[in-house]
């Protein structure tokens, strides 16, 4: 079974920057694709970004909203993924959610079958 654990949440002001952190409890994360999303209230749950696995060529993705502000990486030694999050917005605001499914990115969130537990984003002044 796989556990996803995401920290680094927090309040920052708009134009400011956070790390968000997903570690796993399995023994290796390289033949999955890793992926976070974010809800803010009352709306649906969006993809974000996401990184395939390491043997089908760590391809990345990210959503028109975040482009050229957030980064994803993937350290597959610390069963880590990263989400960089730049330039952040008051509608950034939201729980982000890191997941995760065998090989290949999808958009959707009901093809991931692994969900940490979320954590909160505020961008506000």
């Known amino acids: 079974q796989l556990h996803l654990v995401e920290s680094g949440g927090g309040l920052v002001q708009p134009g400011g920057s956070l790390r968000l952190s997903c570690s796993a409890s399995v023994f290796t994360l390289d033949h999955y694709a890793l992926g976070w999303f974010r809800q803010a209230p009352g709306k649906e749950r969006e993809g974000v970004s996401c990184i395939s696995a390491t043997n089908t060529g760590g391809t990345i993705n990210y959503f028109d909203s975040v482009k050229g502000r957030f980064t994803i990486s993937r350290d597959n030694a610390k069963n880590t993924v990263y989400l960089q999050m730049n330039a952040l917005k008051p509608e950034d605001t939201a729980v982000y959610y890191c997941?995760?499914?065998?090989?290949?990115?999808?958009?959707?969130?009901?093809?991931?079958?692994?969900w940490g537990q979320g954590t909160q984003v505020t961008v506000s002044s």
């Open positions: 997941a995760a499914r065998l090989l290949r990115c999808s958009t959707l969130v009901k093809e991931y079958g692994y």
